[in-house]
């Protein structure tokens, strides 16, 4: 059973969810808040595997109580951002902090479902049609000169294909390896770039031209 915090000012859109998410037979809602402090607190006592955070809330911000969230010891819950996208220019920061996935606010009812499943298996980027429109901005800023990274010719297959939205599994299957291999060669390339997750290193290979595929 997947356990999901819901953390976002306006009751209309936690009811939403709680009622979109409590319909699966996978997913249960453990709580809720209305700001950072309490998500904080919430997310401490009822110990979630995703927190759905907004991160336009008063106060205590979502970006704040993410950064908190992401600096507890593993194994810590997951945390999918909400946002407008469009609006947000907070996504920069999201990421700094160690947010695991991004949903936009807009998406179908589907794609909630899916993207939560996807963060609770420890894929930390989400389905291509919220990942691209994500990583399409980043894509088209300047490029950062970075030295090179000496990856494997494996290590960048996997690399580019976590830039494309692909999943862990999506990734074993079309270069017939085991999870296993493509989670030691994610791990890899984390340590290479002296990265935290997987969405800061896609963030790398965008801003720095390793892919051009947004």
């Known amino acids: 059973m997947i356990r999901v915090f819901l953390a976002d000012d306006e009751e209309l ?7 979109l998410l409590a319909a699966e037979p996978d997913i249960t809602v453990v709580g809720e808040a209305a700001n950072g402090h309490h998500t904080i607190a919430g997310v401490r006592a009822s110990c979630p595997d995703v927190v759905l955070m ?3 809330m008063p ?3 979502g970006v704040h109580a993410t950064r908190e969230i992401a600096s507890w010891a593993e194994p810590r819950p997951r945390v999918l951002v909400l946002t407008t996208f469009d609006l947000d220019d907070v996504v920069d920061d999201a990421i700094a902090a160690g947010a695991d996935g991004f949903l936009l606010k807009r998406a179908t009812p589907e794609e909630v479902v899916a993207a939560v499943r996807t963060v609770a298996a420890g894929d930390a980027l989400l ?20 030295p090179p990274v000496p990856f494997t010719e494996r290590e960048a297959l996997v690399l580019r294909a976590l830039a494309d939205g692909s999943s862990n599994a999506e990734i074993a299957a079309s270069m017939h390896v085991s999870l296993e291999t493509v989670k030691t060669h994610i791990k890899n390339i984390l340590h290479k770039l002296g990265v935290r997750d997987r969405t800061q290193a896609v963030v790398w290979a965008y801003r720095t031209g390793f892919t051009d595929r947004p």
């Open 13 to 19: 859109v936690r009811r939403t969810m709680r009622v």
């Open 54 to 56: 907004d991160v336009r």
């Open 59 to 61: 106060g205590h911000d």
């Open 127 to 146: 389905a291509p049609q919220v990942t691209r429109r994500l990583l399409r901005s980043l894509a088209a800023r300047p490029r950062r000169p970075e």
